[in-house]
């Protein structure tokens, strides 16, 4: 396998060097409950504003707005917490000095790593990752049969949203085949997808990168 050189920000922390599980953790049914209910939570809330907002108010903007405040809470929780802590995977984008963008996908994998990992958490994890994203599907066939174009439009972000936080982890999971292994990608495939985050992936800092090896 060949190598590359991929330049990371001062201030990312590399992967894998956070805070690990303690011992006594693996005996907990969930080993990080908070980021745990959240995960689900906002997909939640999201879904249910949709559907159950015209039995309260029937102002559409309102709706709208609240809709895409609970998506974007769970953007950014899932991409960069809840994957990292809850299935020790992560995916993000920067911009090098030559203007060229790189996505990077990294996932954790070693001999502890199921023990650093809550089976449970993960599951619920990929449940939630994927069960929501084929509601809005579902949602979308439904306003685009129905002629409800200001819906489909407030669906769409929402797949938008959902899709890559999906398509990222997927790529985390299955594109990964060694520890702490990185693959990185023109991400071209899905301009649907590079359109939604690209105001929300990268990484908060204005600090020179620097040069890392990875495989």
């Not at 769409?156 to 999906?166: P, V």
Request: glycine share 6%; net charge neutral.
């Amino acid at each position: 396998m060949t190598s590359a050189t991929v330049p990371l920000l001062e201030d990312t922390v590399p992967f894998g060097d956070e805070e690990e599980l303690n011992s006594g953790s693996a005996a907990k049914k969930l080993s990080h409950p908070y980021v745990t209910f959240f995960h689900v939570f906002f997909r939640g809330a999201a879904i249910g504003t949709y559907l159950f907002w015209g039995l309260f108010n029937d102002s559409f903007i309102k709706c709208f707005l609240l809709v895409i405040f609970w998506l974007s809470a769970d953007f950014y929780l899932v991409k960069n917490l809840s994957g990292r802590l809850l299935v020790g995977m992560r995916w993000w984008n920067y911009v090098d000095d030559e203007g060229r963008s790189h996505w990077v996908f990294e996932s954790k994998k070693g001999e502890n790593y199921d023990t650093r990992i809550n089976p449970y958490e993960v599951k619920i994890f990929w449940v939630a990752l994927v069960v929501f994203p084929l509601l809005w599907a579902l949602f979308f066939v439904v306003a685009l049969f129905g002629f409800k174009f200001k819906w489909m439009l407030l669906v769409m972000i929402a797949l938008s949203l959902n899709g890559a936080n999906l398509y990222g982890y997927i790529k985390c999971n299955f594109g990964a085949n060694a520890n702490l292994s990185t693959t990185t990608t023109d991400f071209v495939k899905s301009q649907v997808l590079k359109n939604a985050v690209s105001l929300m992936a990268q990484p908060a800092s204005g600090s020179t990168p620097k040069p890392v090896t990875v495989a």
